[in-house]
């Protein structure tokens, strides 16, 4: 591993996967349930896994082929004063983007095993 490697997975290690695995209120966790609830197959047989918190771009977690497909947004929903009964979505699903990188490795680690 490279000097650039090395201070990037000192960073980004910050919890370990196997802590991980059966911590449902984990944001790591939850994140990689959002991920892989909204994920379409790739031809390689990975998942392809959306990119972004709001978009219609995917990307494959191990060919990185992208796809462009339907619309989703991970993230909380948009106010409309229109539509006053739409109520704030629980955190369990609601992405957080800091843990994304951590997600994306927790689920190419699940796709291996
Ligand atoms: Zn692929």
Do not use: W
């Not at 197959?41 to 771009?57: A, M, W, Y």
């Not at 619309?71 to 994304?100: E, F, T």
């Amino acid at each position: 591993m490279d000097v650039f490697g090395r201070i990037k997975a000192l960073f980004s290690s910050r919890v370990e996967d196997d802590d991980v695995k059966n911590e449902s209120d984990n944001p790591i966790r939850i994140n990689a349930n959002i991920l892989k609830r909204s994920a379409i197959f790739c031809q390689c047989g990975s998942l392809q896994i959306p990119i972004e918190k709001e978009g219609n771009i995917y990307e494959c977690i191990k060919c990185h082929k992208r796809s462009t497909r339907n619309n989703y947004n991970l993230g909380q929903r948009h106010y409309d004063p229109n539509h006053l009964k739409i109520l704030p979505r629980d955190s369990s699903l609601v992405i957080n983007m800091d843990y994304y990188d951590d997600a994306v490795r927790l689920l190419k680690k699940e796709s291996n095993s």
